[in-house]
């Protein structure tokens, strides 16, 4: 994944760490109420403790796995690689798309984010400028001629100091 992606993922960890002890009160207040077998209030604080819990453990584990690959190394791109963008003209049509490779974390088609491991990823990667990429679509094989390949990933200001970020990241 890219920094970006691992910062967002980061943000979220820390986000939902921080309902703990929301939860932990919800707990205690619907303990107040009385008989716990009967505690509508009670049922749903645990329920929504074990939730997030199981998100927290689930981030955690994802943070501890991934790999971050910072789009800025890449200096001249002669290749489709992740964390690059590229253009491509759509054969049939002549429609020009621009799409930037990231991991499946932070894939967002609406945003021109598409996953490395999406079909038009794995068509893409590896292509060079002019290639022809063959993407099967449900309406069949699409053509997508490459255009142009760039960087354009701009971490914001909050990565800036990534390398701090993923040493405190470790160090928890």
């Not at 309406?139 to 990565?159: H, K, N, Q, T, W």
């Amino acid at each position: 994944m890219t920094p970006a992606g691992y910062d967002s993922l980061r943000r979220e960890l820390l986000r939902l760490k921080g309902l703990r002890v929301e939860i932990a009160d919800q707990i205690e207040v619907a303990r107040g109420h009385g008989d716990l077998s009967e505690n509508g209030d009670y049922d749903a604080a645990k329920e929504r403790s074990g939730m997030v819990e199981a998100k927290i453990r689930d981030l955690e584990n994802r943070l501890a796995s991934a790999e971050v690959i910072d789009p800025l190394s890449i200096k001249e791109p002669h290749k489709v690689l992740f964390g690059t963008t590229v253009v491509l003209e759509e054969i049939d049509t002549g429609e020009v798309r621009r799409f930037t490779i990231v991991g499946t974390e932070e894939s967002d088609i609406g945003r021109g984010y598409i996953s490395y491991d999406a079909p038009i990823g794995k068509a893409l990667i590896g292509k060079e400028l002019g290639d022809v990429a063959r993407v099967s679509a449900p309406g069949g094989v699409r053509e997508y001629e490459i255009r142009d390949i760039l960087v354009e990933y701009a971490p914001s200001p909050a990565l800036l100091e990534f390398g701090r970020v993923v040493e405190e990241s470790t160090a928890s």
